[in-house]
């Protein structure tokens, strides 16, 4: 069956330094890979969205690459700042997903002034 | 942007009770709506998959019969907690989509359910 994993339930940075979470997936191959922050009692919103052919994608702070040989993703986000304490969900989409919307446990990021 | 708007936010209920909760895309034609359920300090748990004017696809373990989903607009759907029990209290959060799987999700604020 499917399977998203996303490393570390828990990262606590200190502010400034870059956050790395990682999201691996099994047993299928999507075509996109999106990312989402949520905050408490709040839905998700989105960040991000890297296709299986972009390496890599950027957006002021946040940078995220996709590998398909290694089933992975990385969200990076540079000059942490306390604001950006959240919960950090991985979704990969379309291709042998067929339209399935599932998420990553999420990692909750804490960043420490 | 796109907005999602999610009613109510709150809900508090007895049990044996239906709950009805509504999921409107404001600015935005959603042709799919997907409906979660989130349990404290865990992921979102897809329940169910609908396109408008057809019947929604339940994901396994997820009855049917007792989260009724409607998506008669490509703006508004609505999930029904039908003979609602204590165990059925959670976070719901539905979201939509205008495109195909290289489209965002745009998301509701959640409902919170309690049933006592």
Redesign the interface.
């Known amino acids: 069956s499917q399977k998203i994993e996303q490393n570390s339930e828990a990262l606590n940075i200190q502010e400034g330094k870059t956050a790395t979470l990682t999201c691996n997936y099994t047993n299928y191959s999507p075509?996109?890979l999106?990312w989402?922050r949520q905050d408490p009692?709040?839905?998700?919103?989105?960040l991000l969205?890297i296709?299986e052919n972009e390496k890599e994608k950027r957006k002021e702070r946040l940078k995220v690459t996709f590998d398909t040989t290694l089933k992975q993703s990385l969200f990076h986000i540079t000059a942490s700042q306390p604001a950006d304490s959240a919960t950090y969900?991985c979704?990969p989409?379309?291709?042998t997903?067929y339209?399935?919307?599932?998420?990553?446990?999420?990692t909750i990021l804490t960043v420490h002034p | 942007g796109a907005v999602?708007s999610?009613h109510p936010s709150r809900v508090i209920c007895k049990s044996g009770t239906s709950v009805k909760i509504e999921c409107r895309s404001l600015d935005f034609q959603a042709t799919?709506m997907?409906w979660y359920r989130q349990f404290p300090k865990?992921?979102?748990m897809?329940m169910a998959?609908s396109n408008e004017g057809s019947k929604a696809t339940y994901e396994q373990g997820v009855e049917k019969d007792k989260f009724l989903i409607n998506h008669a607009s490509l703006t508004l759907s609505t999930l029904t907690v039908t003979s609602a029990h204590p165990e059925d209290s959670s976070?719901y959060?539905c979201?939509a989509r205008s495109g195909?799987?290289?489209s965002?999700?745009?998301?509701?604020?959640?409902t919170?359910l309690t049933v006592t």
């Open positions: 075509a996109y999106q989402y009692g709040r839905g998700p919103v989105f969205l296709r969900l979704c989409s379309g291709g997903s339209g399935k919307l599932t998420f990553g446990q999420g | 999602v999610q799919t997907f865990q992921s979102l897809l998959t976070f959060i979201s195909q799987h290289n965002p999700l745009h998301f509701g604020n959640g919170r």
